[in-house]
């Protein structure tokens, strides 16, 4: 029973770092009805900001994770504004803006890999050690990384729901058009959904990177986070949490009861059969109500 709940509590830590990525993914799907393939490139961003943050600077942890969210909201709005809104502007199939994105996350990951190149590196030991509850033992850096994933999620939900610029957002989400002729301003929406997926990628990069480590290819797991919001029902922010978690956990127990060899294979597997028999999700509906 200990250790189930260890791998439990292993498997919430790594989920949360799955939401945070895969809320981005429904945020801009529901406003935009397609998938934002840069979100890697924003995360080395944020892991790559925060490290040398750190390393060079010598500043502190809150102070290093700040330094990622303005590095990575920074090249969000950059690539919101010259690789998605010229094409929004000429009514560009939303395939257009996908392989627009792709080439953008292509482009800033290389100059990544050839800058800094593509050795490992380690955080310094900033939260090492755990707290032990019964015979469970949680590392602060997996406590610390689930708590503040919330938190940020908590924050989120209050912009959308209780700010003025949340509701020009979700009035997006439902119309972007007739949201347009009753006066929000759409690049502005844009841009909040952009910084708001800039903040949730260098989030998830700086605690993925301290976790495990920071290369150039890090951002590989976003296609997880991808799985986790289909689960949950792409374009849904809540069902967006509720599947990163359930893939984060079930990932987890597979690879400590069978073996990590098949944990990739279980996780594309999931996708497959959510797609073929589940495609709105296990929060989505035949009509879907986003965010």
């Known amino acids: ?18 939401a945070l990525l895969a809320v981005g993914y429904a945020l801009v799907y529901s406003v935009y009805n397609f998938t934002n393939w840069a979100f890697d490139a924003f995360m080395v961003t944020g892991a790559f900001a925060a490290f040398y943050g750190i390393s060079l ?25 010259v690789a998605y809104r010229p094409l929004r502007a ?32 380690k955080f310094p030991e900033i939260t090492a050690g755990a707290y032990r509850l019964g015979g469970v033992s949680v590392g602060r850096m997996d406590l610390f990384a689930a708590g503040f994933a919330c938190v940020v999620l908590g924050l989120l939900w209050l912009f959308l729901e209780r700010t003025r610029f949340g509701l020009g957002v979700r009035a997006s989400a439902l119309d972007t058009v007739t949201a347009g ?6 690049n502005q929406v844009a841009l909040i959904i952009f910084g708001i997926s800039g903040v949730l990628s260098a989030v998830a990069g700086v605690f993925f990177g301290a976790k495990y480590a920071v290369y150039p290819y890090l951002g590989t797991v976003t296609i ?4 986790g919001s289909i689960i949950g029902g792409i374009g849904s922010l ?16 597979i690879s400590s009861y069978i073996s990590s060899v098949y944990r990739d294979l279980f996780s594309f597997s999931i996708l497959v059969i959510m797609l073929l028999f589940f495609p709105s999700g296990l929060m989505g509906a035949k009509r879907v109500v986003k965010l």
């Open 1 to 18: 029973m200990v250790f189930f709940l260890q791998q439990l509590v292993s498997g919430i830590s790594i989920g949360s770092i799955y």
């Open 181 to 186: 002729l009753m006066g929000v301003n759409n």
């Open 224 to 227: 997880k986070a991808m799985i």
């Open 90 to 121: 000429h009514n560009a199939p939303r395939l257009f803006m996908m392989i627009s994105a792709m080439g953008a996350s292509l482009a800033v990951v290389n100059i990544a890999n050839l800058a800094f190149g593509g050795s490992f590196r």
């Open 57 to 81: 600077y010598h500043m502190p942890f809150p102070a290093a994770i700040a330094f990622s969210i303005v590095m990575t909201v920074a090249l969000a709005m950059f690539v919101e504004t």
């Open 238 to 253: 809540p069902g967006a949490v509720l599947g990163s978690l359930l893939l984060g956990i079930m990932e987890t127990m």
